[in-house]
Nanobody, 124 residues
Framework: QAQLVESGGGLVQAGDSLRLSCTDSGRAHRNYAMGWFRQAPGKEREFVATISWPGGTTYYADSVKGRFTISRDNAKNTYYLQMTSLKPEDTAVYFC?????????????????WGQGTRVTVSS
């Protein structure tokens, strides 16, 4: 099974860039689509981006489209979320997730494994 660990969060200023990583130490990523979700204080978890296996299809939330890029390095069992032009409203805990299917999904309920989250804070 997948064992996901996120890294790369931190405190940045508006307009800065940040790259989040998600490593699957369980090495069960083959045939798994991946997703990034986030949860801001006092809000529900929301979809950010998703990528299929092995990586040909991606989808983004409208709020991050054009600013964030999801990618995966299957040889390294690692997945990325490159975030640019960060805004204060991007402040949240970011979670990576894996689902036992090759197709993407925007629904958190479709994902089977979750990381512990990494915090991103964007100051204005």
């Amino acid at each position: 099974q997948a064992q996901l660990v996120e890294s790369g969060g931190g405190l940045v200023q508006a307009g800065d860039s940040l790259r989040l990583s998600c490593t699957d130490s369980g090495r069960a990523h083959r045939n798994y689509a991946m997703g990034w979700f986030r949860q801001a204080p006092g809000k529900e978890r929301e979809f950010v981006a998703t990528i299929s296996w092995p990586g040909g299809t991606t989808y983004y939330a409208d709020s991050v489209k054009g600013r964030f890029t999801i990618s995966r390095d299957n040889a390294k069992n690692t997945y990325y979320l490159q975030m640019t032009s960060l805004k204060p409203e991007d402040t949240a805990v970011y979670f990576c997730a894996a689902r036992k299917a090759i197709a993407t999904s925007r629904k958190s309920a479709d994902y089977d494994y979750w990381g512990q989250g990494t915090r991103v804070t964007v100051s204005s």
